[in-house]
């Protein structure tokens, strides 16, 4: 749809409020939509050409609620998944079904194939590694010339780390980030061209990912897909369950953080009083982090199939209705954030929702913190005056909140 101008959201009736069209992401015009429903209808009905009828649930309570009460909101494949589009990756590929698209008992046994890999045990030995890793970047940034921050920064920081998670060679972190890219962007023509060029990239992705599968099982280490191969449970894994668990974590290892580095820089260079302050005292990065990854809202929603009949704010839900958690709004919710338009890194209150809630809480969450946390550090200690060039260029989707780039300059 043609970009509408504020006027026409607020004259627009309620009932024709549609929040799923991915230009309203790309053109960063969905909050004024997401601020009526919340207001006027937070649980709210709506029958869409492209995806059919869903529920979408906007407000912070609501969607805790939603998250919690899996027995009752599934998450699982056989049902629709996670994505209030039905199957698009399986449309391309032959591919299962993840453990963020699982409902217990299959989902405790799936996620704890990989869970040793996120204990704090395991995330202190890796903290050298990222300290190590920001230095190198950021050290090797060009001073007083434009470029992307997304292309040099934003990318490299999560996608090097996936190499080391999943034990590949970093020659090979870019195809992961391509490949990446190809699930993420398959709304995007600026990304994918064709279902034909993404079927064919998504192929060499799984050939890429059984190749390792056949390599761990000679040589098993500790990474990841070591931990897959070798886990007790792998025998109820099915092959295509191993693609979609191996694309769940190059997903979720990449676009959270690197999408919250290039809104997060961005932010605070359209906030300069918020940018002043941190530069002042590193005791504030722990909470600029956390207003970071709320503002952004990496994950603009996650789907959910009802199971029975239920009842949410009066409204009717019958079973196999689809319901749409939208981060995007929750994180925004004026009930729960005292002026959430506002980036405020000395925000107190809730935690963001970005992360989920429930058995499904993000795996990796702590690990984006980590990385975001020794970012800053290193940012403010080598190049703590960075300007944004122009605007973001944002990603067509629904479902993340992307950047595809951000023209930045760092002042000496």
């Known amino acids: 749809m ?19 069209d ?8 969905y909050h004024p939509l997401f601020r009526r429903l919340r207001a006027e209808d937070p649980v709210h009905y709506f029958d869409s050409e492209e995806y059919g009828p869903f529920w979408s649930i906007t407000k912070y309570d609501d969607i805790v609620h939603v998250e919690k009460n899996h027995q009752i909101f599934s998450s699982a494949d056989e049902y629709g998944g996670i994505v209030i589009q039905d ?22 046994k799936h996620r704890g194939m990989v869970r040793a890999g996120f204990t704090p045990g395991a995330l202190a030995k890796l903290e050298a590694e990222i300290r190590d890793r ?20 934003s990318n490299e920081l999560p996608i090097q780390m996936l190499a080391t998670l999943f034990d590949i060679p970093q020659a090979d972190r870019r195809k992961f980030l391509r490949w990446s890219n190809v699930v993420i962007g398959l709304d995007d023509p600026d990304v994918v061209e064709s279902d034909e060029q993404a079927k064919a990239e ?52 990449n676009d959270t953080t690197r999408n919250s580095i290039t809104g997060g820089l961005y932010q605070m260079t359209q906030n300069p009083d918020q940018y002043d302050l941190i530069r002042k005292d590193r005791d504030l990065i722990p909470g600029a982090v956390n207003e970071i990854i709320r503002w952004q809202s990496p ?19 019958n079973k196999g209705d689809k319901v749409v958690m939208w981060y995007v709004s929750g ?30 809480y993000c795996i990796g969450a702590r690990l984006a913190d980590l990385q975001l946390k020794w970012l800053w550090e290193e940012l403010l ?32």
């Open 381 to 412: 200690d080598q190049h703590p005056y960075i300007e944004s060039m122009g605007p973001p260029k944002r990603l067509r989707s629904n479902f993340i909140s992307g950047i595809k780039s951000l023209p930045v300059k760092i002042v000496a």
């Open 202 to 253: 998504l192929t060499e992705f799984a050939e890429y990912c059984f190749w390792l599968w056949n390599e761990r099982t000679r040589e098993p280490g500790n990474d990841l897909v070591s931990m897959l191969v070798h886990s007790p449970d792998s025998k109820d894994m099915q092959p295509m369950d191993y693609i979609s668990t191996m694309i769940l974590l190059t997903v979720g290892g």
């Open 134 to 153: 920001v230095k190198e970047i950021v050290s090797s940034l060009p001073v007083g010339e434009t470029f992307d921050w997304v292309d040099a920064v």
């Open 22 to 29: 991915p230009e309203l992401f790309e053109n960063d015009t």
């Open 87 to 108: 199957s698009q990756v399986r449309r391309l590929i032959d591919s299962g079904a993840s453990f963020i698209a699982m409902d217990p008992p299959r989902h405790g």
């Open 2 to 20: 043609a970009e509408m101008k504020s006027l026409d959201f607020d004259s627009l009736p309620v009932e024709l409020i549609n929040v799923s």
């Open 331 to 360: 994180n925004r919710d004026e009930e729960i954030f005292d002026a959430p338009d506002t980036f405020n890194i000395k925000r107190a209150g809730p935690r963001h929702l970005s992360f989920g809630m429930g058995i499904h």
């Open 299 to 317: 994950v603009a929603h996650m789907r959910r199939t009802a199971l029975e009949d239920t009842e949410l704010r009066g409204k009717q839900i």
